[in-house]
T-cell receptor
Framework: SQQGEEDPQALSIQEGENATMNCSYKTSINNLQWYRQNSGRGLVHLILIRSNEREKHSGRLRVTLDTSKKSSSLLITASRAADTASYFCATGPTGTASKLTFGTGTRLQVTL | DVKVTQSSRYLVKRTGEKVFLECVQDMDHENMFWYRQDPGLGLRLIYFSYDVKMKEKGDIPEGYSVSREKKERFSLILESASTNQTSMYLC?????????????FGDGTRLSIL
């Protein structure tokens, strides 16, 4: 069963705008990770946030985590056409070594 | 940089064939994973391995088996391929410290079963 559910399923914005994607999950977690997938390629790790953290930044990425609401958001600021990709959240449940459970992804289209 | 290499980008096989998908990583990672990715379903874990000759079933192991004879290589085997196994298959590896490590992915094998 899917642990993470991303929202929206698809998002289309113009270059320079900010893009926000949300992820909800069901059970307790150790951490939550965000990955990016370009069309026809494998996933690339973007950022990891631990369950005791509330916010984390990496370049133009900002991730928040609200464990009380079992949700996370990924914000990409000043988007570029090269940000066009699918974005997935993945949760590492407590008590389960090494396994991640991935959501179904948000497809982001950034137009010029 | 970690490199995870999957032997084929595209593969076409026939129903009933035995199919081998190979994955090699060059960073001495203990953990290796096989996923399949289908539209609307995201990534689903088939099997993973946390050491040589060790394996654990994931969420959808039926119809698949795996082999890990060497640390750097993790093979996925479709014992008797069926059309519902047409999918994108992704291999990944990671360090062993629980789930607090990113996974590194190969570029995937798009498998078609005719």
């Amino acid at each position: 069963s899917q642990q993470g559910e991303e929202d929206p399923q698809a998002l289309s914005i113009q270059e320079g705008e900010n893009a926000t994607m949300n992820c909800s999950y069901k059970t307790s977690i150790n951490n939550l990770q965000w990955y990016r997938q370009n069309s026809g390629r494998g996933l690339v790790h973007l950022i990891l946030i631990r369950s005791n953290e509330r916010e984390k930044h990496s370049g133009r990425l900002r991730v928040t985590l609200d464990t009380s609401k079992k949700s996370s958001s990924l914000l990409i600021t000043a988007s570029r056409a090269a940000d066009t990709a699918s974005y997935f959240c993945a949760t590492g449940p407590t008590g389960t070594a090494s396994k991640l459970t991935f959501g179904t992804g948000t497809r982001l289209q950034v137009t010029l | 940089d970690v490199k995870v290499t999957q032997s084929s980008r595209y593969l076409v096989k026939r129903t009933g064939e035995k199919v081998f998908l190979e994955c090699v990583q060059d960073m001495d990672h203990e953990n290796m994973f096989w996923y399949r990715q289908d539209p609307g379903l995201g990534l689903r874990l088939i099997y993973f391995s946390y050491d040589v000759k060790m394996k654990e079933k994931g969420d959808i192991p039926e119809g698949y088996s795996v082999s890990r004879e060497k640390k750097e290589r993790f093979s996925l085997i479709l014992e008797s391929a069926s059309t519902n196994q047409t999918s994108m298959y992704l291999c990944a590896s990671s360090l062993p410290q629980g789930t607090d490590q990113p996974q590194h992915f190969g570029d995937g094998t798009r498998l078609s079963i005719l």
